[in-house]
């Protein structure tokens, strides 16, 4: 991969084609099931409460975000493509365990095994993304991209097996074999993603590259641990001195990820109990949004690339904040649909601008292992999400996990305001 590649050969790069495609892919995976598929069939065919689902939900977010920084590592040390294929075998177990399992305690472990699963997904994207954007990090373009894949795959997922749900009178096991199906298929364009990164160009400075580290001559049974234990020791060194953000960027981080947490295990619930929509309107629901925010992501990243990215979050938070909060209010369905392209539109102006402002801030040396360090962070709302959202269901009222929400983007906004005017330590961090 080359470093200070302009937007547009990015996105025609063999790397960039191919993790487009696995992006979408586990998407489609993921969107089926954590959308549509188990929310209903934990709820209505299982039994289970909305509690065990959120703590199910969420145990799939801890096994993304336990091991995406040492995945964003392994993927620097050992390659996209082993480290990309491992992972995606977990998720494949996963389907199968989902398929055979019917406690609450099986459907809990397929889920944190699916998290492992696709844990090195976005880690490996945008560390590729980053270094061929180079210093200059034009890369909203990209991040529109792989953001219209993620979404076009949880989009496409749940209205494909809605569909097909209506066509096999919900026979859920007919779903399942054709999620293992994509699974295969996921594993096979895997196969085609580079055997090891590399990046031509300068290496950041006081990075040290993997070979120059000096190991035991003679090679014995703790050659490997010793070597490992001392590629680790080096990294954490890098980016303790490499790193120098403003404290801020932390919880931000965390906040961009647990409005959709608190979000993604009763949405499906609160359309069929509360506003009484049908599979079929709820697909047509989902198209809506979804539907807009793809269709903005490529434009909205150009002009990110443009504008820079502080016009696009401010306005992004604020509408996001304010269309949540009408949504709990709101059971007219006309209405409805227009509040969920709202907030269409204010997530295709969040998600490449984000993106693109959280690459400003990673170093050149040890990207891997800084992104999916700041990835877990981002993602560790999505684990204590899910769980505050089954009890604000549970305890509270249905439509608190939206006001909850709401109010948590509205914070998000306050946050980046200050964080756009000094993103940055007064002083580098020790």
């Known amino acids: 991969m080359q470093t200070n590649t302009k937007p547009a050969k990015i996105l025609r790069s063999p790397f960039f084609i191919a993790m487009w495609l696995t992006l979408f892919l ?74 055979f399992f019917k406690s609450a305690f099986g459907l809990a472990m397929a889920c944190l095994i699916l998290g492992i699963g696709t844990s090195p997904l976005w880690p490996c994207a945008m560390t590729g993304v980053t270094a061929m ?43 399942f074999l054709v999620l293992m199906g994509v699974a295969i298929l996921v ?73 959709i947490g608190l979000l993604s295990p009763v949405i499906t619930l609160y359309t069929r109990t509360d506003l009484h929509i049908s599979p079929n309107l709820y697909s047509l629901l989902l198209i809506a949004g979804g539907g807009i925010t793809v269709i903005a992501l490529l434009p909205v990243g150009k002009m990110v690339d443009r504008f820079g990215t502080a016009p696009f979050l401010n306005i992004g938070f604020l509408m996001a904040a304010a269309s949540l909060f009408a949504f709990s209010s709101i059971t007219t369905i006309p209405v409805v649909f227009g509040v969920v392209m709202l907030v269409g539109v204010s997530y295709a102006m969040i998600l490449p601008a984000w993106n693109a402002f959280v690459a400003t801030l990673i170093p050149q040396g040890e990207r891997g292992a800084i992104w999916g360090f700041f990835l877990t962070l981002q993602g560790s709302g999505m684990v204590v999400g899910p769980i505050v959202s089954g009890l604000l269901w549970d305890h509270i009222s249905h439509p608190a996990p939206f006001i909850g929400s709401a109010v948590v983007m509205a914070g998000l906004a306050v946050v980046h305001y200050v964080l756009s005017r000094k993103p940055y330590r007064t002083a580098p961090a020790k």
């Open 187 to 259: 594993i096979l364009v895997a196969l085609i993603l580079p055997g090891r990164v590399v990046v031509e160009g300068v290496h950041a400075e006081g990075e040290t590259k993997p070979t120059d580290m000096k190991y035991p001559a003679k090679p014995n049974l703790l050659t490997p641990l010793i070597r490992l234990k001392k590629s680790v020791q080096g990294t954490l060194q890098r980016v303790r001195s490499t790193l120098n953000v403003n404290p801020l960027v932390y919880p931000a981080l965390f906040m961009q990820s647990f409005v």
């Open 26 to 99: 586990v998407e489609i995976i993921k969107g089926a099931l954590l959308v549509a598929i188990l929310p209903v069939y934990m709820d209505n065919i299982l039994g289970l409460s909305a509690g065990v689902i959120g703590v199910a939900f969420a145990l799939q977010y801890l096994g993304d975000n336990l091991f995406r920084a040492p995945s964003g590592w392994a993927a620097e040390r050992i390659g996209f493509r082993a480290t990309m294929v491992t992972a995606l075998i977990c998720t494949l177990v996963a389907v199968i365990m989902i398929i």
């Open 133 to 175: 954007s180079g210093p200059q990090n034009k890369n909203g373009t990209a991040m529109g991209a792989l953001e219209m894949a993620a979404l076009g795959g949880t989009g496409l997922g749940p209205v494909g097996m809605n569909w097909l749900l209506e066509r096999t009178h919900h026979d859920y096991r007919t779903i």
